[in-house]
C-alpha cells in the first residue's frame, strides 16, 4: 500500500517541486532521494513498525527526503527544532524513545554525543541520501506518522500523534478550501518542527503538484526580494512576520516600495495565523500588498479548523467558518451545546484531521475529549457563523509569535536558576508578538539578576520564544487567600510598567 502523498508525488514525476539554497529538484528527485533515506534507515529490517525517527535538517531536499523517508519505512517523523537547546531536543529523544536520530551535517557535533549517550542510532543526512535503494514495506495509512510538540497546561510539552490519515485529511480540507492548484508557487519561510510550516505550507504544496520554494531562515528584506523576483501565488506566515515586512517595507525607498507592492498584488492568496492577528497589521498589510489577509483557526491536535473564505467576507477579528470536513461547536462551562450567536464559549471540534492520541499520556488523551469532540480550550463567540478568538480558557497557555508556549514549563526551568527563589511567568499583550514572555521574579538573599543575565542563561536552555523579554524583580508574588500566585495581578504589573514608559 503506497501513502497517499507519495501517489500524489508519483504522478507529479517530473514537474518542480522543491527550491531550496542548494538548488532546484523535481519530484522524481524528491521521490528518489526518499527512497534512498528510506533504504538507510532500514537497514537489515523490513519495516520499521512505527519506530520513531527523530530528525534536523534545515529547510529544502533534505528535510523532505528525511520526512518522506521515515514514512516510506514505516517509521514515525519526530522533527527537531534548529533553534532548540540541546536539554529541549533531548526531552524530545526521551519522550518519544527514538531509536534513530537523522541529522544534517551541521548539527552532528551537538547531536551525535546525545545519540550515543542514549544508544540511539546516529545517521547523517549525507549518509542516508547515499544510500543503495531497495525494497520498502507496505505502510497502512492509519499507521502513526508524526510525533509534533505542543505545551499545554502540564510543565513540559506533549507528543501529539497523527496518523497518515490525519494528515492526508488536514492536507484536503485546506487544498480544497484554499483552492490549491499544481501552478501554484509558495515561498516558505516558517519553521519545519510545526504543524503550520509543515502541512499548511510544504505538504500542501506537495500533494498539489506546486512548487516550494525554501528559505533557511527568515529575513524581511530576503522575502521582499523574493516576492519581487519570483512568480510566486501563495505565502503564508505568522503575524509578527507580517509585522517585520511592514517595518521593511515603511524604511525602503519609494521606488523599492512600489516594486515591492505590485509583487504582493500579483500573489492569490496571502494567509495569517497561528496568533490573533491585529486589525491594525491586517490594515496596514492591505494598504500595501492590496491584499485582505486570510486569517484562521488551529492547533497542532486537529489541523485547521476554521478558515476565513477564499472567495467571499474575510473579517477583521475574526478566524472564519468551518473548513471542510470539520464539525465545530462552542460549549459552556457545563459542556451545553450554545446555539445562538453572541455567547461565548469553549471551541470543541470533530473531524477526520483529529489527531490518534497524546504519546504515552493515555490519562491526557482522554482528559481532551468530551463525548468524541476534541476540547481545545480557545475561547470563543460566534456571529454569523464567523467564529472569533476570545482568549484561552487556561492563564498558563502563552501565544507568542505564533508559538504555544506554556507558563508551567518556563517557570519550572527558572526555578533552577541559582540566584531565583520563586517565579510566576505571564502573557502580556502586544502589537508585534501578540503575546510577550514576562518573568516576575524573587531572588534568593544577597543576589541580583537583571534582564541580560537571565536572557542569556535562559538561552542555554529554553527555545528562543520561549525565553521572557522582560523581567520584574519583586519582594513578593502577588498571591490569593490561599497562597496561590494571581496571574492576572502579576500580568496588571507588567502592563501598568508599560504605560509608565508611554
Known sequence: MTLP??????????????????????????????????SCLLGA?????????????????????????VWRAGGIAVPLCLA????????????????????????????RPAAEERGIRFVLTTEAMDAAARDLPEVDPARRA??????????????????????????????????????????????????????????CALWAGAVCEMLPKFDAETVWQRFAERPLTLFMAVPTIYGRLIRAWDEASEGTQARWSEACAAMRLMVSGSAALPVSVLAKWQSISGHTLLERY??????????????????????????????????????????????????????????????NRPDATQQAFRDGWFCTGDISVREDGYYRILGRSSVDIIKTGGYKVSALEI?????????LREC??????DPEWGERVCAAVICRADETLTLDALRAWAKERLAPYKVPSRL????????????????????ALFIATADERR
Open 146 to 203: 508524526m510525533i509534533l510538540y505542543t505545551s499545554g497546561t502540564t510543565s513540559k510539552p506533549k507528543g501529539v500523534v497523527t496518523t497518515h490519515r490525519n494528515v492526508t485529511a488536514m492536507i484536503t480540507s485546506l487544498i480544497e478550501a484554499w483552492g490549491w492548484t499544481e501552478d501554484d508557487h509558495i515561498l516558505h519561510v516558517l519553521p519545519l518542527h510545526h504543524a503550520h510550516g509543515i502541512v499548511n505550507v510544504l505538504l
Open 45 to 69: 529490517e523490513a519495516d520499521l513498525q512505527e519506530a520513531r525517527v527523530a530528525f534536523m535538517a534545515p529547510p529544502g531536499l533534505e528535510y523532505v527526503a528525511v520526512q518522506w523517508g
Open 424 to 429: 510566576a511567568v505571564v502573557g502580556v499583550e
Open 411 to 419: 517557570e519550572e526551568m527558572l526555578r533552577t536558576h541559582p540566584a
Open 84 to 111: 532548540h537547546p540541546l536539554l529541549e531536543i533531548e526531552y524530545v529523544l526521551d519522550d518519544t524513545g527514538a531509536s534513530i536520530l537523522v541529522a544534517h551535517p551541521d548539527f552532528e557535533a551537538m547531536l
Open 298 to 359: 488551529g492547533m497542532t491536535e486537529i489541523g485547521m479548523a476554521l478558515s476565513n473564505p477564499l472567495h467571499g467576507e474575510r473579517r477583521p477579528g475574526f478566524v472564519g467558518l468551518p473548513l471542510p470536513g470539520m464539525n465545530v461547536r462552542l460549549v459552556d462551562e457545563t459542556g451545553r451545546v450554545i446555539d445562538e450567536d453572541g455567547r461565548q464559549g469553549e471551541i470543541e471540534v470533530r473531524g477526520p484531521n483529529i489527531f490518534l492520541e497524546y504519546w
Open 472 to 491: 520584574q524583580v519583586l519582594d513578593e508574588l502577588p498571591r490569593n487567600v490561599m497562597g496561590k500566585v494571581t496571574k492576572p495581578a502579576v500580568k
Open 5 to 38: 502523498i507519495i501517489e500524489k508525488a508519483i504522478a507529479h514525476g517530473d514537474r518542480l517541486a522543491l527550491i531550496d539554497e542548494g538548488g532546484a529538484y523535481t519530484y522524481a528527485q524528491v521521490l528518489v532521494a526518499s527512497h534512498r533515506v528510506a
